[in-house]
């Protein structure tokens, strides 16, 4: 990603060229998940606001696949002072989710309906940077499951997570 002014900043070397924001609904009526979240990436759209609040982000999509960058600092301390594991369920749901994302056709939505998240070491602000990839392992008509990794930039897992998402007609959303 390139250099940009730090309130469209993510984290260091991460930014967001068109702010922060949601995806406009009515574009999604009309073009794929895929299509959206590929869009988001070229700059077509913001980046979600969780993204600035938690310093992370989508920064690979594909049908069925999604990888998230994420750097944990000092702001997500726990009194123990490792990264709170809400981080990285944080990380873990946006990468299950957009992986679902991928699949949508135009005019579906979805919604998270369970996730379970295993954590397997600590993270903490000298962990470094992330990398957390989610890829759908089924996609029905109304339910998808996916699973996601998280890693350290050596490749070792710190958490493993599965999710189910509920997917229904974007107009359900529209209400």
């Given at each position: 990603?390139?250099?940009?002014?730090?309130?469209?900043?993510?984290f260091p070397g991460a930014v967001s060229p068109r702010g922060f924001g949601t995806l406009p609904l009515e574009?999604?009526?009309?073009?794929?998940g895929l299509e959206m979240l590929n869009a988001m990436l070229a700059g077509e759209y913001p980046a979600p606001p969780i993204s600035r609040?938690?310093?992370?982000?989508?920064?690979?999509?594909s049908p069925g696949v999604v990888m998230f960058e994420g750097m944990p600092s000092a702001a997500f301390l726990n009194p123990l002072g490792a990264v709170h594991?809400?981080?990285?369920?944080?990380?873990?749901?946006?990468?299950?989710?957009?992986?679902?994302?991928?699949t949508l056709q135009a005019g579906e939505g979805y919604t998270t309906a369970e996730m379970k998240v295993n954590?397997?070491?600590?993270?903490?602000?000298?962990?470094?940077?992330?990398?957390?990839?989610?890829k759908v392992v089924?996609?029905?008509?109304?339910?998808?499951?996916s699973e996601a990794r998280l890693t350290d930039s050596a490749g070792k897992l710190l958490a493993f997570a599965t999710e189910t998402c509920s997917i229904f007609p974007l107009a359900n959303m529209m209400r």
């Amino acid at each position: 990603m390139t250099d940009a002014p730090d309130d469209n900043a993510i984290f260091p070397g991460a930014v967001s060229p068109r702010g922060f924001g949601t995806l406009p609904l009515e574009h999604m009526a009309t073009r794929s998940g895929l299509e959206m979240l590929n869009a988001m990436l070229a700059g077509e759209y913001p980046a979600p606001p969780i993204s600035r609040t938690l310093a992370f982000a989508l920064v690979e999509a594909s049908p069925g696949v999604v990888m998230f960058e994420g750097m944990p600092s000092a702001a997500f301390l726990n009194p123990l002072g490792a990264v709170h594991g809400g981080w990285a369920a944080a990380i873990v749901d946006s990468a299950l989710g957009c992986a679902v994302h991928t699949t949508l056709q135009a005019g579906e939505g979805y919604t998270t309906a369970e996730m379970k998240v295993n954590y397997l070491r600590p993270i903490t602000p000298a962990t470094g940077k992330g990398r957390c990839e989610g890829k759908v392992v089924h996609r029905g008509r109304t339910l998808a499951l996916s699973e996601a990794r998280l890693t350290d930039s050596a490749g070792k897992l710190l958490a493993f997570a599965t999710e189910t998402c509920s997917i229904f007609p974007l107009a359900n959303m529209m209400r």
